[in-house]
């Protein structure tokens, strides 16, 4: 069955447009941006015997505690954009309990959202324009052998009784996270009703499985790295899940083409790595395929991965992005895997951008690769 939900009542769980005021039932205010975008991190915990902020593009930092027991780190000036951050209490992750803004951690518990806004509204703040409405879809996946929940974003005006089909993206999260972390840190149902509004986007719909391929991940996330040698099978449990399961499930509830023309596939990290080897390997399904920090040093031995690689890819091809950041410690990995792609004759796009391995980077490749998508 499918749950809509109004992305316009959505707005308190994946946005904040002022600073935050101390709630009902909370020690401390917690983050706190200041005018000058100095952000106040507060931590209440008397008892605790070190309490570091751990955030996105930044290093480990110490809070001080007071006489209270209250616990703060005062920041420098941040750049308007999201920041993904938790506590680290005597050795422990937590995240923010005074912030509700959060995205999931599939081994249970989040990690906290602090949005800084700058005198022009970014593509994911929300603004005053048409949403669009998630869809949440639960089913049992006989590839992995358990209930499953894929998430589904459909465009402003849509109607499953249109004339019109349209063209999906299947979006794939990293290691660690879920179906809902595209839409809690990466914002894409407000970037894509603000890119729509300004018609920078063509109207697509976006479908957000569960990217693991085993069951319970909760328990077993750290098979991937415990467990190289089964990382071929659990890809192709994922691409067997996405094409024989998930695909089927949004082809017969929603007005979408199905041909490969109308189908790209992207992610990030581990779901980077996922959308090469399920795009490159299954050309005849996906024409767009994008890459955003792709965690290539899953693949192991490439020729074992795409055995059937070669330059005829390329005529079934409209586009295919391997971005990275910099400063990522995957880029290194990024540029080898590059090169093997053009001893292939692989025809793709590179894009190196500032920054490391986070939302901060994967955010800004959505909405290059969303651009570009389906025309």
């Avoid at 996946?141 to 089909?165: D, I």
């Avoid at 349209?166 to 894509?192: E, S």
């Avoid at 192709?236 to 695909?247: F, G, H, K, N, R």
Wanted: charged share 20%; glycine share 6%.
């Amino acid at each position: 069955m499918a749950l809509a939900t109004a992305l316009a009542a959505s707005a308190v769980a994946f946005s904040q447009t002022a600073p935050p005021k101390p709630r009902f039932g909370k020690a401390v205010l917690s983050p706190e941006v200041l005018a000058d975008r100095r952000v106040v991190f507060r931590f209440f915990a008397p008892n605790a015997k070190a309490v570091s902020l751990e955030r996105e593009d930044a290093k480990r930092a110490p809070l001080t505690k007071d006489e209270k027991g209250l616990w703060s780190l005062t920041t420098d000036p941040l750049e308007p954009d999201l920041y993904v951050y938790s506590y680290i209490v005597d050795g422990v992750q937590l995240a923010d309990p005074a912030n509700p803004l959060a995205k999931s951690i599939v081994t249970g518990g989040s990690e906290s959202i602090l949005e800084v806004s700058g005198p022009s509204p970014l593509p994911w703040e929300m603004r005053d324009v048409p949403h669009g409405v998630l869809h949440k879809h639960t089913f049992h996946s006989a590839v992995v052998g358990e209930e499953r929940a894929f998430w589904v974003y459909t465009p402003p005006g849509y109607q499953p009784t249109a004339k019109k089909k349209l063209p999906v993206l299947y979006l794939l999260h990293g290691v660690m996270d879920d179906g809902t972390t595209w839409m809690g840190a990466g914002r894409v149902n407000v970037i894509l009703d603000n890119l729509l509004a300004q018609a920078k986007v063509k109207p697509m719909l976006v479908v957000m499985p569960l990217g693991y391929g085993f069951a319970n991940p909760a328990d077993r996330v750290v098979d991937i790295f415990t467990r190289p040698a089964d990382g071929q099978k659990y890809m192709d449990a994922m691409a067997s899940s996405l094409m024989e399961e998930v695909m089927p499930e949004v082809e017969r509830n929603y007005r979408v083409d199905a041909k490969p023309r109308s189908r790209a596939i992207a992610g990030v990290s581990m779901g980077g790595a996922q959308a090469m080897y399920i795009g490159l390997n299954h050309s005849d399904r996906f024409a767009w395929i994008g890459s955003f920090s792709g965690a290539t040093i899953m693949y192991g031995n490439r020729d074992k991965y795409f055995p059937s690689l070669d330059s005829k890819v390329n005529n079934s091809l409209r586009m295919f992005t391997v971005a990275c950041g910099t400063e990522d410690f995957l880029y290194k990995s990024t540029v080898d895997y590059r090169s093997w792609l053009n001893s292939k004759a692989i025809e793709f796009t590179p894009l190196d951008t500032p920054r490391g391995h986070t939302w901060l980077v994967w955010r800004r490749n959505l909405i290059d690769f969303a651009s570009q998508l389906f025309r």
